[in-house]
């Protein structure tokens, strides 16, 4: 079947932003006024198309990210009357809707990685807030352009200038208005579009119907002032467009051309404002998306390694070139079982084809393919160059995988996610639920790489570990609904980890003869401490053979295992750089696994003498609260070992950045509602690791002691 919408045609975007910006209301409007949805669902009814998981209606939040396609052409185009002109004018929108609260950033890290562009969706009264940067500092790892879209401009204490400010003080000094409001709160009745410099607004029940005025005469110096702002940021930017700005002779062609081009190289950001629960300003947005965000063809070919070579090789968005793509999320569906989600890079994957996971080296056969609406799936043949879909039933995916043709073989780099911050306890209530636990837990880690499954090796507990209490408690709900598994579940424990402070070498001599063959391992290792988040690194400093080449894995093996288990408490090392110089083999009694032994043994003691510590995680956390419960919460924050770094107004709410260490932060939600009558709200996430106080290092290595 051929390809029904050209390439240049073709939009792949997310919609991302702070928790309860208005980003799953914005998707829903996009639906319906693309024709996915007969009606609009709503968040604070759970009727929504993309939240459809029950956790996700219940609490009104995005836990997992949602792929959708739909199709738009442009207000400004000519009203099509058949098929074949609406087909023609019609542009292809993949969009990604993501989470706003931060126990699920991973989600964001991976849609970001495979999107070409994006919708940041602000606040109208809140403006930048703390989840706003992070997203938008994920967005710039991965050089997504960008578009913004101030929302709840009907809300009271609603500000456009003042979110518009914030963006540019706080995120990019780039954004510039692309359509002003007409009244703000109650009194937002439409927009101005400053490309077309006319009034528009949006009648019918649910603003189904785009309707242009001419711009009141009362509005006139308004919108003559914001017009002069874009085009004047245009001429700053663009020499060509500078050269028509001073000649007189601009164009609303020239206006979109050079919006496209700037918004393209990163030097623009075009902010749209508009209320998504009023149906107002969402299908002006919709026109910046296909006028303004990429298409595959308008970015650089994405880069691989060549896995045969391991050369650098690039893969151009075509049909006709080789297949190759990345799968960047797995769902586990209760009716068709797994769901991998992948992007297809260059070429053509078809169902029946073979392919090959340079990944893991495996040929698999591709067997039904869907494209995905939410939770619903549109089986189809193939998926294009640049397309987004899912295939159905292959358990072996994984989040990362590359796909691509067996014959011209290429490995796209992978996605990193952080490490757990937060264990807990899981226990299952009956025999029945424990046979069943298992399986399930893989199934959740499969679809999330940042929730992990660790057994304890002293006390024989199951651990289960994420990025948040929020993050633990969906996942130990949804055990209990989609795989029926009853859990008990203990305290959260905070994910210590310990390192050295100073140099030091060790010897680690493992020998053991007991009739017929012995074993005999022998090696002089040195640890060294590396800065934060560095994690590890091992250094083969070996000369002359003095042990073979093919026991140095070996040893790097066992120093990985006694890295894993501590030595002050049980966690895990990290931060260190440990170097093998020296030691001895035997000709006969040498062996793989008694150089491992010598390499474990070798890095407990060198980690002994180097004068380790333990490091806890320190979270980022960002406060609102009204101004006069201040020296309250501050008190507070301080009691938490907290160090405040700022705190500054927002609109008629005071906010408190801070850093914090986790360990403080348990239940910390129902303690600052209970100092603010229920009006303070706190976001919170990982920002790094520091030197545990010595005082509460040794509080945690006697209860690990004790635990033995």
């Known amino acids: 079947m051929p390809r029904l919408y050209p390439l240049e045609k073709t939009r792949n975007i997310g919609i991302i932003a702070h928790i309860d910006a208005g980003k799953t209301t914005t998707t829903e409007r996009i639906l319906y006024y693309t024709g996915i ?34 199709f738009w052409t442009p207000t400004y185009a000519k009203k099509p009357e058949t098929k074949e002109e609406r087909m023609s004018g019609e542009y292809k929108i993949n969009i990604i809707d993501t989470p706003g ?58 500000d456009f200038e003042f979110c518009l400010k914030s963006i540019k003080d706080r995120l990019t000094k780039d954004a510039v208005l692309i359509t002003l409001p007409i009244g703000q709160e109650e009194n937002f009745s439409g927009v101005i579009d400053l490309i077309f410099m006319r009034e528009v607004y949006f009648e019918k029940e649910k603003g189904e119907e785009v309707v242009f005025k001419e711009i009141d005469p009362s509005r006139k110096e308004e919108a003559d002032y914001w017009r002069h702002v874009l085009v004047e940021s245009l001429a700053e930017r663009d020499e060509e467009f500078m050269e028509k700005y001073f000649s007189g002779e601009i164009k609303t062609e020239d206006l979109l051309k050079t919006i496209r081009k700037l918004t393209l190289n990163y030097k623009l950001v075009p902010v749209y404002v508009g209320s998504s629960l009023k149906n107002k300003g969402v299908q002006l947005l919709l026109d910046g998306i296909v006028d303004f965000l990429p298409s595959p063809l308008d970015l650089p070919s994405p880069k691989g390694i060549d896995p045969l070579t391991n050369q650098e090789i690039e893969r151009k968005a075509d049909d006709n070139e080789s297949f190759s793509a990345l799968i960047f999320k797995i769902a586990i569906d209760p009716y068709v079982g797994t769901l991998s989600y992948v992007r297809v890079y260059s070429g053509i994957l078809q169902s029946g084809m073979t392919v090959l996971n340079t990944s893991t080296g495996e040929t698999l056969r591709v067997g039904r393919i869907a494209r995905m609406h939410a939770n619903h799936r549109e089986e189809v043949s193939e998926l294009f160059a640049g397309d987004i879909g899912a295939i159905v039933g292959v358990k072996t995916l994984k989040t990362g995988d590359t796909l691509c043709d067996p014959k011209n073989p290429i490995v796209y780099e992978k996605i990193e996610f952080a490490e757990p911050v937060i264990w807990m306890k899981i226990e299952p209530k009956t025999k029945i639920d424990q046979e069943k636990m298992g399986m399930a837990i893989k199934s959740l880690a499969d679809e999330d790489p940042t929730f992990r499954l660790m057994q304890n090796p002293e006390t024989g507990d199951t651990l289960i570990g994420g990025m948040g209490e929020l993050h633990l408690e969906i996942k130990v709900d949804r055990l209990k609904r989609e795989f029926n598994v009853e859990v008990n579940v203990g305290r959260p424990q905070v994910a210590y980890l310990e390192t050295v402070t100073k140099e030091a070498t060790a010897e680690g001599k493992y020998i053991r003869q007991s009739g017929g063959r012995g074993q005999y391992g022998h090696v002089w290792l040195k640890v060294e401490p590396l800065e934060r988040g560095q994690g590890f690194e091992f250094v083969n400093a070996i000369k002359g053979g003095i042990i073979p080449d093919n026991f140095i894995p070996s040893v790097e093996k066992g120093v990985k295992e006694a890295l894993d288990k501590g030595v002050m408490a049980g966690y895990p090392i990290r931060d260190i750089r440990v170097i093998l110089f020296n030691g001895s083999y035997h000709e006969v009694d040498s062996s793989d696994i008694a150089f491992k032994i010598a390499g474990s043994i070798a890095l407990q003691e060198a980690v002994k003498q180097a004068n380790p510590i333990l490091l806890e995680p320190i979270m980022k956390l960002e406060v609102v609260i009204p101004a006069e419960f201040l020296g309250d919460v501050t008190g507070d924050l301080s009691s938490r070992r907290a160090r405040i770094e700022e705190t500054f107004d927002r609109g008629m709410s005071k906010v408190i950045r801070c850093k914090v260490p986790l360990a403080e932060m348990f239940g910390y939600v129902t303690v600052l509602r209970s100092l603010t009558q229920g009006r303070g709200t706190a976001v919170m996430e990982f920002s790094h690791y520091d030197p545990l106080p010595i005082n509460l290092s040794q509080l945690i290595i006697q209860s690990k002691v004790n635990e033995k």
């Open 101 to 158: 609260h931060v126990d699920f950033t991973a989600e964001v890290e991976r849609s970001l990685r495979v999107l070409d562009g994006a919708v940041v969706v602000f606040d109208g009264v809140q403006g930048v807030e703390a989840q706003s940067e992070t997203v938008w500092y994920q967005a710039d790892k991965y050089k997504v352009p960008r578009i913004c879209f101030i929302n709840k401009i009907d809300r009271m204490g609603a």
């Open 37 to 70: 949805s007969y009606k609009i669902g709503e968040v604070h009814e759970g009727t929504t198309v993309t939240d459809w998981m029950p956790q996700e209606r219940e609490r009104g939040i995005t836990i997992t990210s949602a792929a959708i396609t739909c």
